[in-house]
């Protein structure tokens, strides 16, 4: 079976982060750099943080330059570093701010967010569990927490976060991107279809929902429905291992063969 583009972080519940496959947004609010005063904190608290090499996860000692910022800030900070590629910086950002705040449910959803970027599930799982505990209605939580189960072979509580991500937000595209590949995985193809068509009805023009919605009308039989969706993929994709893979398959369902010409915007 041809694989699929496999899952999308929700990594703020603030602003948007970049994840590997897919931006996933969330609703703005004004940035703290429009302020000049909150402008020259954060610019005073990043100079605190880039004089020397990231540190293990722990507060700043001995004078923490995030003392006058509040989560909101601190966040702002600690995706600011991310920005610059600076994630070790970036978690420390937010443990400092769980010392003055702990349990606070925003710093535990990115820091846990960020930690499961870096490979570290375990540390991210503990985080976003405490953080259900705090907020649980933030669907951020129940798409990152379901991602950190699916690291430890947990189908069965991964698929039960996501139910409960899109019962909270039914046009989270994450939350059903995600969603529709384990039903894809699982071999419930109708099941998967529903999903990845609501991630393009929501999202016209995020590439990723095309790939996988192809290869389940592969699986479904509907080999032209597949064939216009992969060319939709192509173009919209920037990814070039995955356009190589789209034209392969694309090359595949073809019925003579040959190669289709490359589409055009």
């Known amino acids: 079976m041809f694989r699929l583009i496999s899952a999308l972080l929700f990594l703020s519940v ?38 020397g090499q990231p540190k293990k996860m722990g507060a700043h000692k001995p004078q923490d330059p995030h003392a006058a910022l509040d989560p909101e800030r601190l966040i702002q900070v600690a995706l600011q570093h991310m920005d610059e590629g600076r994630a070790q910086h970036a978690i420390d950002t937010l443990t400092d701010g769980l010392v003055r705040f702990p349990d606070q449910p925003d710093l535990l959803t990115i820091r846990g967010s960020l930690l499961l970027q870096q490979g570290r599930t375990a540390d991210a799982l503990g985080d976003l569990e405490q953080a259900a505990k705090g907020a649980p209605d933030n669907p951020s939580i129940y798409i990152n927490r379901a991602q950190a189960y699916r690291r430890f072979g947990n189908k069965t509580k991964a698929l039960a976060d996501l139910d409960k991500a899109v019962d909270l937000d039914p046009d989270s595209v994450a939350a059903r991107f995600n969603r529709g590949s384990m039903h894809f995985n699982a071999s419930r ?72 010409a490359e589409s055009k915007e």
């Open 14 to 51: 603030l602003l948007p982060l970049p994840s590997v496959t897919m931006t996933a947004t969330a609703q703005e609010k004004p940035s703290p750099f429009s302020d000049p005063q909150e402008k020259e904190k954060i610019k005073k608290a990043l100079e605190a943080l880039t004089g």
């Open 189 to 260: 193809f109708d099941l998967a279809l529903v999903d990845f068509e609501r991630c393009i009805a929501v999202d016209p023009h995020a590439p990723p929902p095309y790939f996988n919605l192809a290869m389940t009308r592969e699986q479904l039989g509907d080999k032209d429905g597949a064939i216009a969706d992969l060319k939709r993929f192509l173009e919209l994709a920037q990814s070039e291992d995955w356009r190589d893979l789209a034209e392969k398959k694309l090359t595949e369902l073809t019925s003579d063969g040959s190669k289709p």
